[in-house]
C-alpha cells in the first residue's frame, strides 16, 4: 500500500503511516494474527505505528486474505468470491452487485444495505435484505469492533468537490495510471488514481470500470470515491457520482447516486458556478458534461 499510494501521489503523511505499520509487522516476534486472536482491534492498534485504520485492514487481511483497496490500486476485482460467503448470495446474484453497483467488499455492501441501493433490486424483498443486514453487522463486528455503517457522512458539496478535483487532473493528464484485469483486453493503463484529503478523511477516486459503464459509454463520466472514515476508525465508504441524463432540476448536474435530494438542495442553496461541486472549469457551463472519448 505505501509504495503504491506514494506513486500514485498520496498525501505523504499517509504513505508513511503505510510503510510504517509494514516495519512494526515485519519485526514482530509472533505472527500478528496470534495478537489479534488475544485482543482484537485493540491489541493491533497498541502496536507501535498503527491507528484504527492501518489495524481495521490488517484484521480484514486476517479475515479475507485480502485487502480491497489494495485490489483496486492493483487494477484487480476479485469481490464476487469474498460476496458469495454472504447467505442468500450465489455467483449470479454476486456478479450483479459487482458489475450494477460496483460493490466488491463486504464493507461496500452494508452501506449499500442501508443506503436503500439494495432495496432498489428486485433481487432483494425484505427478508433477504434483513438477513444480509444481520450477517453483516456480525461478520464485519468481528473486524472493526465499532457499530456497523450508518453514522455521519460527508456531505455532498464535499463529495462533490473531490470528483471536480478528480475529472479536472484526469482531463489534464496529471494523475497516474492503472490497468485494470477487468474488461481491459489489452492490459492498457488507462485508469487515473486520484488521492485526496479532506480533514481527517482521505479519498481514492476512479472513473467507474463497471461492464454498465461500458455497455452506456460512461467510463469517463461515472466516478468512484472511496472515502476512508478516519474519525470512523477507519470504515471505507463508496460513492458513485454521475452526471444525471434527464432528472428534473438536476439534468445536466454531476449527482452522488443514491443522495439526490441533498444534491437537488445543495444546488438550489449553492447554484451550479461554473468551477464549483456541481461543475468543471473546463466546461462552458456547469451543466454541460465533461465529453466521453469512450
Known sequence: MAALLEVQGADRFRVRAYRRAGETLRSLPEPVSAIHARGGLEALEALPGIGPSIARSI???????????????RGRSGGTAILRTVPGIGSALA????????????????????????????AFGPKRLAAVRDTLAHRLAR????PPAGGPQPTVAEILEVDREYREAAAAGRLRTIAPRRLNPGHRTRVPVLHASRGNRHYTAMFSNTPRAHELGRTRDWVVLYAEEAD??????????????????LAGLRVVRGREP???????????????????????TARTPLANPG
Open 59 to 73: 484484521a480484514t487481511v486476517l479475515a479475507w486474505g485480502r485487502l480491497p483497496m489494495l485490489d483496486r490500486l
Open 95 to 122: 456478479s450483479r452487485l459487482q458489475d450494477e453497483l460496483g460493490i466488491e467488499s463486504l464493507e461496500e455492501l452494508e452501506i449499500a444495505a442501508h443506503d436503500g441501493r439494495l432495496a432498489a433490486l428486485e
Open 143 to 146: 473486524i472493526r469492533g465499532r
Open 232 to 249: 470512523a476508525g477507519g470504515a471505507e465508504r463508496q460513492y458513485t457520482v454521475v452526471t444525471e441524463p434527464d432528472r428534473g432540476g
Open 262 to 284: 441533498e444534491c437537488l438542495a445543495h444546488y438550489e442553496r449553492c447554484g451550479p458556478s461554473p468551477g464549483g461541486a456541481g461543475g468543471s472549469s473546463k466546461s462552458p
